[in-house]
């Protein structure tokens, strides 16, 4: 997989090229399941790596394919059935699984993409793939760069990093990329030359959605060519931040961090990336601070003079040697579990029932025993305290078999290559454990 297929300069790769790239750097053995749904990028994709698998005679990996029926269309069941057939007459397995149940009326594309990468993972851990494959090309990385620009959703300064070429979901199974170096008007063509059709997905032309709007005035020259892509320094920015967390940061139980002064004075923009994820985690955001948010932190920090500020539910308590975050003791709905229930409290805790009884997950409002140390400031310990999970059980002389687990929100269910190494600091500051490494030997 070559590292310059997360810029928006990257040199376009021919589909066999990427695909043999992307082969030769996949640790191996390996078992790699390609998300398709009929259309040229994707089915480019499984192609070009089926004819490489042969050229390059790699008999340690294996190769299946996957389709979700979203069912939003009429005619997706019939696609599905038309992937399944051209697998079949490549000699490779494939299988199909449903999205059931209620759609939601806005955000339709979120939640499909949610459900997708869920039932991808479920397939993955079924057959036991080791990673899963998608076809995002090069025009989508465009379209993302401008879309993001657009919306300017940047974090903290962060250069509009588009999509990553390897993303860790759910903790579970990495999803890579391997066609995001390559134009579509190249799959196609190689597809043509394979004597290999695909289907066309009228969502494409619909113009209610950000992306084919987008697409299409793209197509016009209607859009100014965004900042190239800044993967390659948000990726160094998170390994700078990572070495700044282990130099001046410490998280007690999961519940409180403290910052030494010290670390506040560093590198600006180190600073800035480690405190709106570290906000995130304590305040149970997939998202870190907007940059307004930050600047309005630092503003504050660099008075110097000790105080309190909040920010994305959390609590910014600067004292005379450190500054510590806590979440704050508002806003923390309950959660109730059945028997064998799993779920998420306040975004920052997985708390999975293991009893018999219904569980009751609750703020603990000060009465928690988590052991703190006895030097650390009486009043951020209070907050600390009052919002950890407090565990009751209904049912008289049933005992609570409860396992809770920090939930990092920003990184637990999506995380980015970019921002993999200062993740893995809070990881294992966190759980005690790091995140799995992209299953690549060169990225």
């Known amino acids: 997989m ?15 090229v990427a695909a043999a790239d992307f082969l030769n750097s996949l640790v191996k053995p390996a078992h790699i399941l390609v998300a398709i749904s009929g259309g040229s990028d994707s089915t480019g994709l499984l192609i070009a790596l089926a004819k490489q698998l042969k050229s390059l005679s790699l008999s340690d990996v294996t190769l299946s394919a996957a389709t979700i029926d979203h069912g939003l269309r009429a005619a997706s069941a019939d696609e599905a059935r038309d992937v399944a057939a051209l697998c079949s007459r490549h000699g490779i397995g494939h299988f199909v699984r449903r999205w059931d149940g209620e759609k939601p009326e806005t955000g339709i594309m979120a939640a499909a993409r949610e459900a997708r990468y869920e039932l991808l993972a479920d397939i993955a851990r079924e057959i036991a793939a080791t990673v899963i494959v998608t076809g995002h090309t090069a025009d989508d990385q465009h379209e993302t760069i401008v879309m993001r620009a657009a919306r300017n959703v940047d974090r903290n300064g962060l250069i ?124 149970g955001d997939a998202y870190g601070l907007a940059r307004p948010q930050v600047t309005r932190i630092l503003d504050f920090v660099n008075e110097g003079k000790p105080g309190r500020r ?116 809070l990881s294992v500051a966190f759980r005690g454990e790091d995140y799995m490494r992209p299953p690549l030997s060169v990225i």
């Not at 070559?2 to 066999?16: F, I, N, Q, S, Y």
């Not at 539910?313 to 229930?341: C, I, K, T």
């Not at 219904?358 to 052991?371: I, L, N, P, Q």
């Open 160 to 283: 509009n990093t588009g999509i990553a070429d390897a993303l860790l979901f759910d903790r579970r199974i990495w999803v890579l990329r391997p066609f995001l170096a390559c134009r579509r008007i190249d799959i196609r063509g190689y597809l043509e030359r394979q004597g290999v059709s695909w289907l066309d997905d009228p969502s494409n032309e619909d113009t209610r959605y950000e992306r084919v709007r987008t697409r299409q005035a793209l197509a016009q020259d209607n859009l100014p060519r965004p900042l190239a892509d800044g993967g390659a320094d948000r990726a160094a920015l998170s390994a700078r931040a990572a070495l700044w967390f282990d130099k001046h940061v410490t998280i007690h139980s999961g519940a409180l961090c403290a910052i030494e002064r010290a670390g506040l004075c560093e590198d600006a923009a180190v600073v800035s990336y480690a405190l709106s994820y570290l906000a995130a985690v304590f305040g």
């Open 310 to 425: 909040t920010a994305g539910g959390v609590v910014f308590d600067l004292r005379r040697q450190a500054l510590y975050l806590m979440r704050e003791s508002r806003n923390l709905v309950p959660l109730s579990l059945p028997p064998g229930g799993k779920g998420l409290w306040d975004d920052r805790f997985e708390v999975a029932n293991q009893g018999e009884g219904v569980v009751s997950v609750s703020a603990s409002g000060g009465e928690d025993e988590t052991a703190l140390p006895a030097d650390l400031p009486k009043g951020a310990v209070r907050r600390a305290r009052a919002a950890m999970p407090r565990i009751t059980v209904d049912g008289e002389g049933l005992p609570a078999m409860v396992t809770i687990a920090p939930y990092l929100a920003p990184f637990d269910r999506f995380l980015t290559r970019f921002d993999l190494e200062f993740a893995g600091r």
């Open 2 to 16: 070559v590292h310059d297929a997360v810029t928006g300069a990257a040199t376009a790769l021919m589909p066999e």
